[in-house]
């Protein structure tokens, strides 16, 4: 729903929200990569944990690129 002056009576643009979930996502599957490196590492497979680490170091990189993003929608409200 949006006034009259085109400004949204949302607390969050929908763009935001987006953003702010996919965050949320990332973070839940960094956590679960914890717990599935130490999984590997309880049967001793190591060719397990290098997949698990890698996936989970690409999981915190598109987070920080989707925390950028985000700070930009909120700044200006679009990028």
Known sequence: MT????????PIS?????????????????RAYETYI???????SQPCVDLFQKLR?????QAQ??????QEVMQHGKM
Request: glycine share 4%.
């Open 57 to 61: 170091q690409s999981e915190i990189e």
């Open 3 to 10: 006034q009259g002056n085109g400004h949204s009576q949302e």
């Open 38 to 44: 130490k999984d590997a590492k309880a049967v001793n």
């Open 14 to 30: 929908n763009l935001e929200y987006d953003f702010l979930t996919v965050l949320h996502n990332k973070a839940e599957a960094v």
């Open 65 to 70: 690129e989707i925390r950028r993003h985000l």
